[in-house]
């Protein structure tokens, strides 16, 4: 079983900045895709930030360059720069993973954390 747990929402005014974690943990061969979503009240779970096991990113155009995804392999941990943040940003924040668990068996499947509020005031 791989556990996601998540870190670093809270309350900033706009204009600030968050910076979220995602640290993993648990049976892992190796991490795939990692990506950070967020689902507003009323509305459905949306990719913000997606990043490969090559390092290569994607973004939601909504956050291209106020958002900077990252991950450290030997610490099992994404993160998820938020900078210039809107009113607009405010959610919950859910972290992805494709994961493969074993070395002999090569299919991988995506876990989620529990997810992390942010809140941006106006």
């Known amino acids: 079983q791989v556990q996601l747990v998540e870190s670093g929402g809270g309350l900033v005014q706009a204009g600030g900045s968050l910076r979220l974690s995602c640290a993993g943990s648990?049976?892992?061969?190796?991490?795939?895709?990692m990506g950070w979503y967020r689902q507003a009240p009323g509305k459905q779970r949306d990719l913000v930030a997606l990043?490969?096991?090559?390092?290569?990113?994607n973004y939601a155009d909504s956050v291209k360059g106020r958002f900077t995804i990252s991950r450290d392999n030997a610490k099992n941990t994404v993160y998820l720069q938020m900078n210039s943040l809107k009113p607009e940003d405010t959610a919950v924040y859910y972290c992805?993973?494709?994961?493969?668990?074993?070395?002999?068996?090569?299919?991988?499947?995506?876990?989620w954390g529990q997810g992390t509020q942010v809140t941006v005031s106006s």
């Open positions: 990043i490969t096991s090559d390092s290569i990113t």
């Open positions: 648990g049976r892992i061969f190796r991490w795939n895709a």
């Open positions: 992805n993973a494709n994961v493969r668990t074993t070395s002999y068996d090569p299919r991988a499947r995506d876990y």
